[in-house]
């Protein structure tokens, strides 16, 4: 038996004992209802034992110098840690497999032995909810100098330990070459920064060539950044590791501004309410399904622009040149300030000679126009996701042009929102993972924090209704930079959790002038969204209904009592799903409560009439104008009749846009009663009662209720 041969052993003994130990409470866990598919059965357990005995008796064989058939041994170890054991582990087991064979070393079989084996174990104890391990007897105990909370599970009968294993946020971001340098995570940076300078080389991104012919230019520096992520199992959404990124980007700053078209300083990205209405035009119809995609290296793929000047380069740090050499661009690059514009319009002419329509009123939007195979494609810079029947045929198509890597047919992230797929077809867009994150954030967050993870008091409501945060009497604290960061992550938040706008607004207000009810108020939202983590947006319950634009408006009037602006709010749905929401101030004091609405209805028709521009885009054609409900009479008779729009004549002009559509048959106008406006929840706080309702009418479900 050879040297790697004994490591590769030795190492799947230690993955083998580390399942043993926590195979008791994971066992225990299973015999719940909730786990009752991933239980053990006799001959397995008997089979483990087995196979571990056989294993040591190899490994004690091997150091004697006595030989054993490793191939044998290998088909053992793959099958032992193939066991029905958890999903993880079957996942595992087939990245260790496929690894070990292709390792030629054994330092390379014993690190991918090893890793995967911690990874394994991670994934198991995640699996088994943190109630339950303290219910058998489980506790967290500070562990290499780190609290509780991220110390490691010990059993208090068998003293079984699990070691943390460490996730992309657990890792520091150099922010340049020189501390990735003194990083202890150099050696995997340094790897980083080779494999993207060999792929730089391997698309002929430069050319080395003489410094003199960069006499009387502009010779541009490069910069390095960096990045760790997530790596997840496509078909599981398991968990398998981490990845360091290194990308190389050209100094844009130090460009000449008579060398850059201003009309290419920008480039679009698909608005939110285009990727809702992907989901809410195609969730739940039979054959449809969404596949995400992501273009690897995108901007390398671009051309300059002939006619610009040739743009020069000094070697990044890590790349060595000979004296006297320098490095010319041959292609678009990360940095420039044209790089976005110029990866745009080249995707977008692609995507066009492969038949896709590009949208008018978002140019993200591509729409591929067939009676048998409909699809319709949202674009983000790199990211993009294709809704539609046959969309594998789409992509392979898509990737016969680009280097591209296909993300799966039933996402679980994208842009930064969760996607939880129900076995009908719906779609859920949810944050949870992200909020469980934000709890341990702020739990050890070292300017102020807010432990609410095991806080007894529960909060049904965002905001207190009786909250007062616009009150100009308020003693005015000291400006807090961690404020700031609160209410930046809980805007990012919105995206949706609908239900958080007027929290996310009336906070919002205190990045300007901040009291200890601001302060308040940030915990009792941590709370709300502690006991709320896995709500979120629901599409394709009505996916048999005509895609029809519905619209809700309303105000409040005086909704800010330091500035006297009304706060405006509206809801935008289509076959049951939230497009579009709104709650701000409006951008003027008004003279009455009939302004203000004729305002915030104004401004929903204008909203409305975008999304139904969406839908033409993505060759659908609604049947009807979008319907705007309102539960002020005085607007909806002030559009069916002008004669009784006289109160309105010092209205500023734009004020009026609203009534213009509606006699011009662009949108239609309903009157609703104020307890069935769903847009009131984005205008003030509400009592829990009548906010749940609207919640509910949006559309917002529990994760829990779907299968």
């Known amino acids: 038996m050879q040297q790697k041969d004994i490591a ?174 003194m990083s202890a995570q150099w050696s995997s940076w340094q790897l980083a920064e080779q494999a993207e300078i060999k792929q730089l080389q391997d698309r002929g991104v430069f050319s080395v060539v003489d410094g003199k012919e960069a006499e009387g230019n502009i010779v541009l520096g490069m910069t390095w950044s960096y990045k760790v992520k997530d790596m997840f199992d496509i078909d599981t959404d398991i968990w398998t590791g981490i990845q360091y990124k290194a990308r190389l980007n050209i100094r844009g700053d130090q460009q000449k501004e008579e060398h850059i078209n201003p009309d290419h300083r920008s480039s679009p990205t698909a608005d939110m309410d285009s990727i809702r209405l992907l989901f809410a035009t195609f969730a739940g119809m039979p054959g449809v399904e969404f596949l995400k995609f992501d273009v690897v290296a995108a901007f390398l793929n671009a051309k300059l622009d002939p006619k610009a000047p040739p743009i020069y380069m000094r070697a ?83 990737a016969e042009a680009y280097e591209m890597k296909n993300l799966g047919t039933r996402p679980t992230q994208f842009l930064g929102m969760e996607l939880f797929h129900t076995k009908e077809g719906h779609v859920l867009l949810h944050n949870q993972q992200y909020i469980e994150h934000l709890m341990e954030y702020w739990a050890k967050h070292p300017e102020h924090p807010m432990d609410v993870r095991m806080a007894r008091e529960t909060k049904r409501v965002p905001l207190n209704p009786k909250t007062k945060l616009d009150d100009p009497l308020a003693e005015e604290l000291p400006d807090a930079k961690w404020y700031h960061e609160f209410v930046g992550q809980i805007t990012n938040l919105t995206k949706t959790r609908g239900d958080i706008i007027v929290a996310s607004t009336q906070l919002s207000e205190g990045l300007q002038r901040q009291t200890a009810a601001h302060h308040e ?7 709300y969204l502690r006991d709320t983590s896995d709500l979120g947006q629901l599409y394709g319950q009505q996916h048999h209904e005509e895609p029809r634009v519905e619209a809700y408006a309303d105000s409040e009037f005086g909704g800010n009592r330091r500035t006297g602006r009304a706060i405006g709010g509206n809801v935008i749905k289509v076959k049951g799903g939230l497009v579009s929401r709104k709650g701000k101030h409006q951008h003027a004091v008004t003279r009455s409560t009939n302004e203000s609405e004729t305002i915030s209805f104004t401004d929903t028709a204008a909203a409305a009439i975008k999304v139904q521009n969406y839908l033409k885009d993505m060759g659908m054609e609604p049947d009807m104008a979008p319907m705007i409900h309102v539960d002020n009479a005085n607007v909806v008779r002030s559009c069916r009749n002008v004669a009784l729009a006289t109160a309105a004549r010092h209205y500023l002009q734009s004020h009026h846009w609203g009534r213009q559509q509606y006699r011009e048959g662009r949108i239609k106008v309903q009157q609703v009663t104020s307890e069935d406006n769903m847009a009131d929840i984005n205008t003030k706080p509400l009592a829990r009662g009548k906010f749940e309702k609207h919640r509910d009418a949006m559309g917002m479900v529990s994760r829990k209720t779907l299968q």
Not at 60 to 79: H, I
Not at 521 to 527: E, H, K, Q, T
């Open 521 to 527: 108020a940030c915990r009792d939202l941590l709370l």
């Open 316 to 398: 990044p740090q890590g790349m060595q040149l000979e004296s006297g050499k320098m490095l010319r661009l041959n292609t678009n690059i990360y940095g420039l300030v044209e790089a976005a514009y110029l990866w745009f319009m080249e995707i977008s002419t692609t995507l066009q000679q492969q038949g896709w329509v590009q949208g008018i009123h978002d140019p993200c939007i591509f729409n591929y126009p067939s009676t048998t195979e409909p699809s319709r494609l949202v674009l983000h810079v790199d990211d993009g996701m294709i809704g539609g029947i046959n969309v594998a045929a789409r992509y392979d198509a898509l």
């Open 8 to 181: 590769y052993f030795e190492t799947a003994m230690t993955h083998v004992e580390r399942r043993t130990m926590v195979r008791n409470s994971e066992l225990q866990w299973r015999r719940t209802p909730e786990a009752q598919a991933m239980r053990l059965n006799k001959a397995e357990r008997r089979e483990i034992h087995q196979l571990h005995a056989e294993l040591k008796a190899a490994r004690n064989a091997g150091a004697r110098g006595q030989r054993t058939s490793t191939d044998r041994l290998r088909r053992q170890v793959e099958k032992l840690v193939s066991m029905p054991v958890s999903r993880t582990t079957r996942t595992s087991a087939l990245a260790t497999a496929a690894a070990a064979e292709d390792a030629t070393t054994a330092a390379e079989v014993n690190h991918v032995l090893q890793r995967t084996s911690e990874d394994g174990i991670k994934e198991e104890r995640h699996t088994i909810p943190s109630d339950f391990m303290q219910r058998i007897g489980h506790m967290r105990v500070p562990v290499g100098g780190v609290g509780p909370e991220d110390g490691v599970w010990v059993n208090h009968v068998k003293a079984s330990v699990e070691t943390p294993t460490p996730h992309a946020r657990d890792i520091p971001k150099p922010k340049n070459h020189n501390e990735a340098k």
